[in-house]
């Protein structure tokens, strides 16, 4: 889930935060300036929402068998030309990839020998005129390119998450932001052209790139111009959020769209709407004071000024010093990360927590076609359930610390995944519920983990730390396409597989240390141990005492 991982750059500033919120602390917290950038740079994220989770119904598999065309020629039926087979809910079924071979001219007609679908494949067009699926026969043999399809897109999501942060350093958030948005935009219309799976791939590749280049951006941007106070909210209540509206809106769109050239081109042309937004959002005086740029910084604060309806002080950042401090000579590097006892106990277990928490999360976004009941509104209750998760943990975060939330979610979610099993087939509307309910459960405690895994990386090295976080999470998102898959040959082996992963990541996070109220850690020495570590440690202090 890339849009609840805010980017490492927006939380190592080579400004020091406490120096830079007292320069502008004259603007207020929540003026008419900062809730302009806290509405707009929120909106940006809402094609985010739709540009991944589309492939839902871009490359749905409607139902298929062996094309006959001399069926009609020899008065034959399909009982005759096809074999039958089981499908995963037991019913029988014509065979989708074989069909009995024809004996032209002879009294039989057909053998018993079983050949592939040479002659291609008939699609049902009860619910889509046409997906990739039906343009470019990605079944049978082909049915890997499918969920591999979206794997392509998640590995342009991995690529963009390594150099995004380093580009929007060195050119700024603003036009990081509008490029990218632009690459997403653009290369979605592009898309829509595609004359074969492999270009179709291939520009969904940088199309990943773009979005996830996109949502770091626009997440910096808003970190840096915001406040402290309302930089949690605007992390939850407003990227999040308006990425699951986006995500809400996409079954809509595709239940009045049934054709996928359609449909993603009525997903990307959206991506116009943004063009005013580059004259109201502005750049991130906080960059532009690590760059040097004292006058255009003064400039943008001064305007927000006006817009907020206060006077600023004669001068805004006093000797006009870039730093306003001097920068620490330290230099870090990933080998800290695992330098120390604590801090590679603490990498590792949010990384293994990240990885999997991941895999359910898309695994579950994902297979909403695959649910039983009406896949438009299964995918439209997903998203809901995301908005609700997000609301819900803010909540709970106030009265309830961060591991009993994530360790009771997550537990919750997992269990409920596992009785997904138990639910006979004719009771569709419970195994969906189910399923809703851990997708909630699920949502929540990632929200409430991304909070707390910043909480327990050091100032110094916390940006390298979310960093692997964020690759071990896009690798698990990579694989999580291939969870629906393996539903066409048991309906509740994803629901096992993904409830037996949520439950491991919910025992994991029993080990995570509390951080609620507890001060940021800025140096490697400061990292709390994680709890087996503690309890360890506190049995040998034990026996050494009555020794």
Request: hydrophobic content about 45%; glycine content about 8%; overall charge neutral.
């Amino acid at each position: 889930m890339e849009r609840l991982q805010t980017p490492p750059s927006a939380l190592t500033s080579s400004v020091p935060a406490m120096d830079y919120d007292e320069a502008i602390s004259f603007l207020g917290e929540w003026g008419p300036f900062q809730k302009s950038v806290f509405l707009l740079l929120s909106l940006s994220t809402v094609p985010n929402g739709y540009s991944g989770m589309a492939m839902v119904f871009l490359s749905d598999t409607p139902e298929h068998r062996c094309r006959a065309p001399y069926l009609l020629d020899s008065g034959a039926n399909l009982s005759q030309a096809l074999p039958t087979e089981t499908g995963a809910d037991g019913a029988s079924r014509y065979s989708r990839c074989s069909r009995f071979k024809w004996l032209n001219g002879t009294g039989a007609e057909f053998s018993n020998e079983t050949e592939g679908c040479l002659d291609g494949w008939d699609y049902s067009s009860d619910r889509y005129e046409s997906t990739i699926v039906t343009e470019w026969d990605l079944v049978c043999g082909d049915a890997w390119r499918v969920p591999f399809s979206l794997s392509i897109f998640f590995m342009g999501v991995l690529s963009g998450s390594f150099v995004s942060g380093q580009i929007s350093d060195r050119f700024g958030r603003k036009v990081t932001l509008f490029t990218t948005m632009a690459v997403q935009t653009l290369f979605s219309l592009v898309q829509v052209a595609s004359v074969n799976w492999v270009m179709f791939c291939s520009l969904f590749f940088i199309i990943g790139i773009g979005q996830i280049s996109n949502y770091i951006a626009a997440f910096v941007l808003g970190s840096e111009l915001l406040g402290s106070s309302s930089r949690v909210s605007f992390s939850t209540l407003g990227m999040c959020v308006f990425y699951a509206l986006g995500y809400a809106s996409l079954p809509f769109c595709a239940y009045f769209t049934r054709s996928w050239r359609i449909l993603l081109t009525v997903l990307s042309l959206p991506g116009l709407l943004y063009i005013p937004l580059w004259w109201l959002i502005p750049e991130s005086p906080r960059w532009l004071l690590a760059q040097g740029r004292v006058e255009e910084a003064e400039a943008i604060v001064r305007a927000a000024a006006r817009k907020n309806g206060v006077t600023p002080p004669a001068v805004i950042f006093p000797g006009k010093d870039p730093l306003l401090l001097k920068s620490s000579t330290t230099s870090y590097t990933f080998l800290d990360l695992i330098r120390t006892t604590k801090m590679r106990n603490v990498t590792i277990l949010n990384s293994a927590m990240w990885f999997v928490i991941t895999i359910s999360y898309f695994g579950l976004s994902l297979s909403t076609p695959n649910m039983n009941g009406d896949p438009y509104l299964n995918c439209f209750l997903s998203a809901v359930m995301e908005i609700a998760a997000y609301f819900g943990a803010w909540l709970l975060l106030k009265v309830v610390t961060r591991k009993t939330v994530i360790t009771s979610t997550l537990l919750a979610g997992g269990g409920v995944l596992l009785l997904v099993h138990f639910v006979p087939q004719n009771c569709s509307v419970l195994s969906v519920v189910l399923a809703m309910a851990a997708k909630f459960g699920i949502t929540a405690a990632f929200s409430v983990l991304y909070i707390s895994a910043v909480e327990q990386f050091p100032t110094v090295v916390r940006g390298m730390g979310l960093g692997i976080c964020s690759m071990s999470s896009k690798i698990g998102s990579t694989i999580s396409p291939f969870f629906p898959y393996i539903g066409v040959y048991d309906n509740t082996l994803p629901y096992i597989l993904m409830g037996l992963l949520t439950v491991v990541a919910g025992l994991l996070s029993i080990l995570i240390p509390e951080t609620r109220d507890s001060p940021l850690p800025d140096d490697i020495t400061q990292v709390q141990k994680i709890n087996w570590v503690c309890c360890t440690s506190k049995t040998r202090t034990e026996k050494a005492s009555l020794s």
